[in-house]
């Protein structure tokens, strides 16, 4: 357990942390009545980023599917999430997300999950994934940035990207 909490992890996570901290109030203030936003029952999603991990020093390509359902009149979410990162150990993640939304447009989801690579498929290790993003609305569409932290017992990654996502079906107010 020590090695999976180091130092450099610590402040990788607390880094993080701070980021969407500060950055959430710009996101939070909206010229929209609030009246106007009904969210959906369900949203599949996509993201594509940029990914840095911090031992191997290395700037990959990274990929995320997600399926989301809204629990009914709150702000809440929970649902199925499969990351890849096409990096040189072939890293997929497949976990159970956590979603909250602080205020229209803004999402922030937390995932654990379980975490295997290309080249050991039959050894698989746990993973946290915490996840901001601010998206602007086209009908069903939802658009906008992603950042991401994820840690596991080997490394830490960050990530920067988009996000597509698709309404399925509106909650009755």
Do not use: Q, W
Not at 32 to 53: D, L, M, Q
Not at 136 to 164: M, Q, T, W, Y
């Amino acid at each position: 357990m020590h090695d999976f909490i180091n130092k450099e992890r610590l402040f990788a996570l607390l880094t993080s942390l701070i980021f969407i901290l500060l950055a959430l109030p710009g996101f939070c203030v909206s010229s929209e009545p609030e009246h106007e936003h009904h969210p959906h029952k369900a949203e599949i999603g996509i993201g594509n980023s940029a990914v840095y991990f911090t031992k191997d020093k290395t700037l990959n390509y990274g990929f995320h599917f997600h399926f989301s359902r809204n629990i009914k009149h709150s702000n809440f979410s929970v649902g199925a999430e499969y990351e890849r990162i096409f990096d040189r150990h072939g890293h997929n993640m497949i976990g159970l997300v956590a979603g909250y939304s602080p205020a229209h447009r803004v999402e922030l989801s937390i995932t654990p999950g379980i975490l295997f690579e290309d080249a050991e498929p039959n050894h698989a290790d746990v993973s946290l994934h915490f996840e901001a993003g601010y998206h602007f609305d086209i009908k069903n569409i939802h658009l906008g940035p992603i950042v991401e932290c994820a840690v596991d017992r080997h490394d830490v990654h960050f990530s920067i990207g988009l996000h597509l996502g698709i309404g399925i079906g509106k909650l009755i107010e």
